[in-house]
C-alpha cells in the first residue's frame, strides 16, 4: 500500500486526496491553512461555479494547448458533475453552460469533499506548513513546521512531527492568487527543489486599471459589454458579458477574461481598451437601429434621446464623450454626430495602466512547465513518484468554471496515478 502525502487542501488537493484514498493508498493532507477549500468556498462569488458544460482547450491559457486537449478528452463537463453526483451534490447548470450547486452555496461542494475525506480516513494535518522536500532512493521526506493558530481558532490535533515520509508525493500547493485566502509562491519553490522550472507568474482574471476619469466616474455601473484589449493594431484578446466600472477602472467577467493578454502586454508599456456597449448588434444592424431612433426623434435633446437606452450615469459618460451639448435639440447637430454616435457605442477606447495586485486576482498565470509534466497522470517527468497538479502549473482558464474544472481533472488524475504507481 503506498503512503501518500499531499501538499495543499485547496480544490486539487482534496481531489487528489480522495482519488488516491479509493486507489487504496494511505493518504495525509498537510495544508499550511487552518481550514480546508477557502479559495473554493470563495469562488463564483460564494456559489461556486464548479465546472462549465463545454470545456474547450481554447478557454485555457499558457500550457502548450495539446497538453490541455490531452487532460480535457479524458475529463470533460459531463465527467465533473458525474464525480459530484456520487458524492451527493445536486448540480444546475445556467443558461451560459456555468455549473453551480443546485442550492447555491459553495459550502455545498466543500461538505461533500470532507465527507469523502472522512468516508476514506484520510488525514488531514491543518495548520501544518511543508516547508521543504527531500527525494530519497525510495519516496520522500517532507519537512514541516506548525503555522500559528490564528486568535479564537484552536487546532484539531498535534502540528507534529517535524518529519513526514511517503512514497508518493502530491504537490497541489496553489498559486499566489489570493494571499488572503492562503496563496503563496511556496509550491513553486518546492517544485523547483525537485528539478522543475518555473514560468513567470502573473496575476491573471484579475481586475484592470483605467486612465480615463470617465470610466471611474461610473463606479458602480454594470452593464452587458464586449470588451476587447490592444496593443497597436493587435488584439490581445477579447471578452464578453458582464463589466463592472470601479474607481479604479473595470472588473467583471468581461474584464477578467480579457486581463491575462493585457498583464502580459503591460510590462511594454500602455495598453489600449475599447467597449462594445451593444455586442449583440453587427455594426450595420446598430447603426441602422440608431439612424432610425435619431430621424425619429430630431425634436428631442441629446438627453433625451438615450433615455430607455441606457441609466442615467451612462448617458452623462455618452454625451461627454461625443463633446455635445445634453440639452441641444437632435435637429440643431449635423448628421456626423449620428455616425460617431453609433461608432463610440461599439468601440468606446480607453487606456489600461495596470491590474490590481494578488489580492484581487483570482488565478496565476505562469508555473510549472507542463512538458515537465505527464498530461495523463500529472505525473513529474522529472522526479519519479512526484506528481504536480492545479494552479502550481502552466495553465490558466478563463472565468467560467474552467479553472476549478482543470483542479479537478488533475487532481483526480494524480491521486489516481499515485496511488497506482
Same mark, same amino acid.
Not at 24 to 29: P, Q
Not at 162 to 185: M, N, V, W
Not at 261 to 270: N, R, S
Not at 318 to 329: Q, S, T
Given at each position: ?21 479509493? #486507489? ?150 496553489? #498559486? ?6 492562503? #496563496? ?29 476619469? *470617465? ?26 458579458? /458582464? ?11 468581461? *474584464? ?16 489600449? #481598451? ?97 512538458? /515537465? ?10 522526479? *519519479? ?33 499515485? *496511488?497506482?504507481?
Amino acid at each position: 500500500m503506498n503512503r501518500v502525502i499531499v501538499i495543499g487542501a485547496g480544490a486539487s488537493g482534496l481531489a487528489a486526496a480522495i482519488a488516491a484514498a479509493k #486507489g487504496g493508498a494511505r493518504v495525509a493532507v498537510v495544508e499550511r491553512g487552518h481550514a480546508l477549500g477557502r479559495k473554493v468556498l470563495a469562488s463564483g462569488a460564494g456559489r461556486c461555479n464548479l465546472t462549465h458544460a463545454r470545456v474547450p482547450p481554447e478557454n485555457y491559457h499558457g500550457g502548450k494547448p495539446a497538453f490541455v486537449g490531452e487532460v480535457l478528452s479524458r475529463f470533460g463537463g459531463e465527467d465533473a458533475r458525474r464525480f459530484f453526483s456520487e458524492l451527493g451534490l445536486l448540480t444546475v447548470e445556467e443558461p451560459d453552460g456555468r455549473v453551480f450547486p443546485r442550492c447555491g452555496r459553495a459550502h455545498a461542494v466543500l461538505d461533500v469533499l470532507k465527507a469523502e475525506l472522512d468516508r476514506l480516513g484520510v488525514e488531514v494535518r491543518l495548520g501544518v506548513e511543508a516547508s521543504a522536500v527531500s527525494k530519497l532512493a525510495a519516496g520522500f521526506v517532507v519537512k514541516t513546521k506548525a503555522v500559528p493558530w490564528k486568535k479564537g481558532a484552536a487546532p484539531t490535533h498535534d502540528a507534529g512531527p517535524a518529519e513526514l515520509s511517503c512514497d508518493r508525493l502530491i504537490l497541489a500547493c496553489g #498559486g499566489a492568487s489570493y494571499p488572503q485566502l492562503g #496563496g503563496t509562491e511556496a509550491g513553486y519553490g518546492l517544485a523547483r527543489s525537485l528539478g522543475h522550472s518555473i514560468t513567470p507568474l502573473r496575476p491573471s482574471l484579475v481586475p484592470l486599471l483605467v486612465k480615463e476619469s *470617465a470610466i471611474k466616474r461610473l463606479h458602480g455601473l454594470r452593464v452587458e459589454a464586449g470588451l476587447r484589449v490592444f496593443r497597436g493594431p493587435r488584439e490581445l484578446g477579447r471578452g464578453q458579458g /458582464e463589466v463592472l466600472f470601479t474607481e479604479y477602472g473595470l472588473s467583471g467577467p468581461a *474584464a477578467l477574461d480579457v486581463s491575462r493578454g493585457a498583464v502580459l502586454a503591460l510590462a511594454g508599456g500602455p495598453v489600449d #481598451g475599447s467597449l462594445d456597449l451593444f455586442p449583440e448588434y453587427s455594426p450595420q444592424d446598430l447603426r441602422t437601429m440608431i439612424a432610425g431612433r435619431w430621424s425619429s426623434r430630431l425634436k428631442r435633446t441629446v438627453k433625451d434621446f438615450f433615455v430607455g437606452m441606457f441609466p442615467a450615469q451612462l448617458t452623462g459618460a455618452m454625451v461627454d464623450a461625443l463633446g455635445l451639448d445634453a440639452h441641444r435639440r437632435l435637429d440643431s447637430l449635423g448628421a456626423g454626430a449620428c455616425e460617431r454616435l453609433s461608432a463610440l457605442l461599439q468601440d468606446w477606447r480607453f487606456q489600461i495602466t495596470g491590474a490590481r495586485g494578488w489580492e484581487e486576482a483570482m488565478v496565476t498565470a505562469g508555473g510549472v512547465g507542463v512538458d /515537465e509534466v505527464d498530461p495523463r497522470t500529472f505525473g513529474s517527468r522529472k522526479t *519519479a513518484g512526484l506528481f504536480l497538479t492545479g494552479e502550481l502549473l502552466d495553465v490558466d482558464g478563463d472565468s467560467g468554471g474552467y479553472n476549478l474544472h482543470f483542479a479537478w481533472a488533475s487532481g483526480l488524475a494524480a491521486g489516481r496515478s499515485a *496511488a497506482q504507481t
